[in-house]
């Protein structure tokens, strides 16, 4: 079993008096693909919010394992901090510059690295060495990520002319320019067609074996089922399960969470009646926020 690489304890986020999310423990392993799904409202964005700095959470720690570091604790760190210590993030809704080429959305991603690795701009004003180095190496990276997203042949388009699809992958590029230890999606499958949710897919399995972490947040069952090691299941704010796809999918009380039904009367349901109607189930209660 492999060590891991985020580890959530007693997460709480309170808005005024709603708890969105309550007590949350859970681990990602690190090299592995995570989901986190759950019905609308289950709390599965602000977890992620509370992940990638967006949110402060009210209570609970959640620790980044870095191999040949000591964890950081994400929670304690402004946002900016908690993705050069190796988070990056996509979007439900596409971040991209629109005006900008798919090359340079690439390279303003690496932009800090960049400044970071010339003195913060004084090697590159007084013409040193290792600025056009280090700017070969950015190029060179954000090319890689536009040939494993299969756009390279769009490198020099506008990011907002892309069909959607593509810029869903360009998103992914981008957070992958950043290096990072984990990444976490938010619902990239949102919208695609079934050709482009399997080109996906592919995409996030390749990610990870290249060792790669992945928090996932899915409404796409199909996507969840193939390609994850494990599934956290929220709902309502309270995790209910925590498993594998098999095991997640014949959890009676995962079940009821996404038909709305009793608990006990599905636990006594047929399990083969019961495994298409949880995943229809997902897909039917899906949406994204507003
Ligand atoms: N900034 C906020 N202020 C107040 N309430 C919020 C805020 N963000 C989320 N909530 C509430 O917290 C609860 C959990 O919302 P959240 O968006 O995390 O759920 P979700 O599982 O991601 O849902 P979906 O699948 O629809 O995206 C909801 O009741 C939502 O209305």
Known sequence: MSRPILEVQGLTMRFGGLT???????????????????????????????????????????????????PTELQRLAGHRIARAGVARTFQNIRLFPGMTALEN????????????????????????GYPRAERQAVELAKRWLT???LMDRADDPAGALPYGQQRRLEIARAMCTEPALLCLDEPAAG??????????????????????ILLIEHD??????????????????LIADGTPAEV?????????????????????????????????????SGSNP
């Not at 695609?192 to 972490?213: F, H, K, Q, V, W």
């Not at 038909?259 to 006594?268: F, K, R, S």
Request: with cysteine.
């Open 20 to 70: 969105a999310v309550s007590g949350v423990s859970f681990a990602a392993r690190s090299g592995e693909i995570t989901a986190l799904i759950g019905p609308n409202g289950a709390g599965k964005t602000t977890l992620f919010n509370c992940v990638t700095g967006f949110y402060r959470p009210s209570e609970g720690i959640i620790r980044l394992h870095k191999p040949g570091e000591p």
């Open 106 to 129: 690439l390279l303003i991603a690496q932009h800090n690295r960049l400044m970071a690795s010339t003195g913060w701009g004084i090697g590159a004003v007084l013409g040193l060495s």
């Open 148 to 150: 494993a997203t299969d």
């Open 192 to 213: 695609l067609n079934p050709r482009e949710s399997d080109e996906l897919a592919r995409l996030l399995l390749d990610i990870r074996a290249e060792g790669t972490s």
């Open 221 to 238: 069952m199909g996507v969840v089922m193939r390609i994850s090691d494990r599934v956290v299941v929220l709902d309502h704010g309270v």
């Open 249 to 285: 999918r014949r959890n009676a009380k995962v079940i009821a969470a996404y038909l709305g039904e009793d608990e006990e009367e599905v636990a006594a349901a047929d399990d083969r009646r019961a495994m298409p109607q949880a995943s229809a189930a997902g897909l039917n209660r």
